[in-house]
């Protein structure tokens, strides 16, 4: 069970946790979530071509 020290410290870093707020920011943030869904070969392993 938490403390109140831990449940207070708790909500105060929740403040700084906002998301990404610049469109660059943003940007950045979705082209992450899209190399991770496969949408981008080098994502799939599978797909990656073998030499020789």
Do not use: W
Request: with cysteine.
């Amino acid at each position: 069970m938490a403390t109140e020290t831990q449940i207070a410290a708790n909500c105060r870093n929740a403040q700084h946790s906002t998301g990404p707020r610049t469109p660059e920011g943003k940007a950045a943030s979705s082209r992450n979530a899209a190399s991770v869904a496969g949408l981008f070969p080098a994502s799939r392993p599978d797909r990656r071509r073998r030499p020789g």
